[in-house]
């Protein structure tokens, strides 16, 4: 079982940024599609973005497309979501996800059912 650890999480004014970053346990040769879901309560979890860490764009859901920046490490271990122009709407807990070594699909990545592996989430609060 992989383990992904989240750091980076806070609270900011709207408007401000913040840069999460997931690193895990393991190294996969051939890369793993890695994730970035956020859960705010009462709502459903909602993937937001996801990349392959062998490489190619990431996919990022209309929500956060423009505001959001989804990228990888030097090595396959880690990636980092870069969160600008933050608002109230964005406040939720923030989990990374990675499945078991396959790349991302653009008809499935945004679907928790695609992961494994979870982080245990950051929390991101963003103040009016």
């Known amino acids: 079982q992989v383990q992904l650890v989240e750091s980076g999480g806070g609270s900011v004014q709207a408007g401000g940024s913040l840069n999460l970053s997931c690193v895990a346990s393991?190294?996969?040769?051939?890369?793993?599609?890695m994730a970035w879901f956020r859960q705010a309560p009462g709502k459903e979890r909602e993937g937001i973005a996801a990349?392959?860490?062998?490489?190619?764009?990431?996919w990022y859901a209309d929500s956060v497309e423009g505001r959001f920046t989804a990228s990888r490490g030097n090595t396959k271990t880690t990636v980092y979501l870069q969160m600008d122009d933050l608002q109230p709407e964005d406040t939720a807990k923030y989990y990374c996800?990675?499945?078991?070594?396959?790349?991302?699909?653009?008809?499935?990545?945004?679907?928790?059912?695609?992961?494994?592996?979870w982080g245990q989430g950051t929390q991101v609060t963003v103040a009016s």
């Open positions: 393991e190294y996969s040769y051939s890369g793993v599609c």
């Open positions: 996800a990675a499945n078991n070594g396959f790349g991302c699909y653009s008809q499935s990545w945004h679907y928790s059912t695609s992961y494994s592996n």
């Open positions: 990349l392959y860490t062998g490489g190619g764009r990431p």
